[in-house]
């Protein structure tokens, strides 16, 4: 109720406080439309990205760039957003006029060889859903992790493919831990870390903010 009556602003609000780096667009961050999601763009203090969500004015992906390089652990981690390629036939067509939606993984055959020129790891943001996410890992090669939404799964994939998800609404925190040796990935280590109230109390900052909104 809350995001709808802000028309998302309280939720980029409250992930602009939480730290957020980089975000893949989903199904439902263009409910409000696309020049709303432009303004909550301006609001953001972080790239959200799609780099198979074209604006057909420009020709480009919707709101600029879509990758990313962040230092972590004395790595480069190239970063690449994808978003649903399916949002404009699961959503009203005033909400996604002007924008077009292809496939992440002939996004990510233009996008991922780029990226490993300039970083250490790739890792795609992606928010296609687990099925497809294993089409990409095994299809595009240079992609070290993808960080997957939208099939709301506990456990992404069947082990195959370095695929990941965090179920969704908050309920679990997803920790993964890259471990490189001599320039080359060694190990991926990942674990859900499950949100109870009880265990987890309540952040001060966060708190005055919830409640001031």
Known sequence: LLMNLT????MIRIMN???FRFMALGNHDFDYGPERTRELQEMARF???GANVIDEETGGPVLGEPTMVVEAGGLRVGLLALGYHNTDLTASSDNTEGLRFTSGIEAARKHV???REKADLVVVVSHQGTAVDELLAGEVQGIDLIIGGHSHDWEAGDGRYPVY???SDGT???EAVVTV???QLAEIRSQLHVLWNDLHPPDGKMTALIEEL
């Open 165 to 167: 998800q965090a179920l």
């Open 17 to 19: 406080a939480m730290g």
């Open 172 to 174: 679990t925190l997803g």
């Open 7 to 10: 028309e998302g602003e309280a």
């Open 181 to 183: 040796r001599e320039g």
């Open 47 to 49: 790239p959200m990205r």
């Open 113 to 115: 060889p780029e990226l």
